[in-house]
């Protein structure tokens, strides 16, 4: 069946701009997730979805950054005034159940010239 | 500070041969461990995981060992192929936020034939 999808593959914006990042996930999972993973780095937790509520946005770096997931199903993670220390590989992950594997799509990589 | 190290940033292994990734963790309350490899321009994929209440998990050639004393665990391929060459990530859960996985910096294995 159909995997994680994320758009676009890859974005190039400029500092000060507005973005936003899209996640399929498998269907039927409940819980979605947003990680960045920044070069040389492992993928670092930025939210987690159980439905349509955030459970657990504490890895959010500031309040420039903002995810929804408005139906339960396809998430936006939102980015204003970007900065060039926002360059990374945004990767989004899913899972039937909070307790189960997450699953992770191919990411977004996002460059802030 | 980084509460999952892996202390290698790469092992390079002959064809056939075994491939021993090492992780340690400082957080004594993370009860689910997992092992994600990562290709090039792709998301990682789950590969095996094992609970905190068990010392050992095999899945073919990967088995995983956890030692709960010593906050160390390992995976072990055998024997090694050239497909297996990719970055692997430790990653754990667990400590009073089931949504978020913890991850290492990774470990880039390289399988010469």
């Known amino acids: 069946g159909a995997g994680v999808s994320q758009t676009p593959s890859n974005k190039v914006t400029e500092k000060g701009k507005y973005v936003e990042l899209r996640c399929d996930p498998i269907s039927g999972h409940t819980a979605l997730y947003w990680y960045r993973q920044s070069l040389g780095q492992g993928p670092e937790f930025l939210i987690y979805?159980?439905?349509?509520?955030?459970?657990?946005d504490s890895g959010l770096p500031n309040d420039r950054f903002f995810a929804v997931r408005p139906e339960g199903s396809v998430s936006t993670l939102k980015i204003q005034r970007t900065e060039r220390g926002d360059s990374a590989v945004y990767l989004c992950a899913s899972s039937l159940k909070v307790t189960d594997t997450q699953y992770f799509g191919p990411g977004t990589r996002l460059t802030v010239l | 500070d980084q509460q999952v190290k892996q202390n290698s940033p790469s092992l390079s292994v002959q064809e056939g041969r075994i491939s021993i990734l090492n992780c340690d963790y400082t957080n004594s309350m993370f009860d689910y461990f997992l092992w994600y490899k990562k290709y090039p321009a792709e998301g990682p994929t789950f590969l095996i995981s094992?609970?905190?209440?068990?010392d050992k998990n095999e899945d073919g050639r990967f088995t995983v060992f956890l030692n709960k004393s010593a906050k160390h665990l390992s995976l072990h391929i055998v024997p090694s192929q050239p497909g297996d060459s990719a970055v692997y990530f430790c990653?754990?859960?667990?400590?009073?936020?089931?949504?978020?996985?913890?991850f290492g910096k990774g470990t880039k294995l390289s399988v010469k034939p």
């Open positions: 979805f159980q439905g349509t509520g955030a459970a657990d």
């Open positions: 990653a754990a859960k667990g400590g009073g936020s089931q949504g978020n996985l913890i």
């Open positions: 094992i609970s905190s209440i068990k």
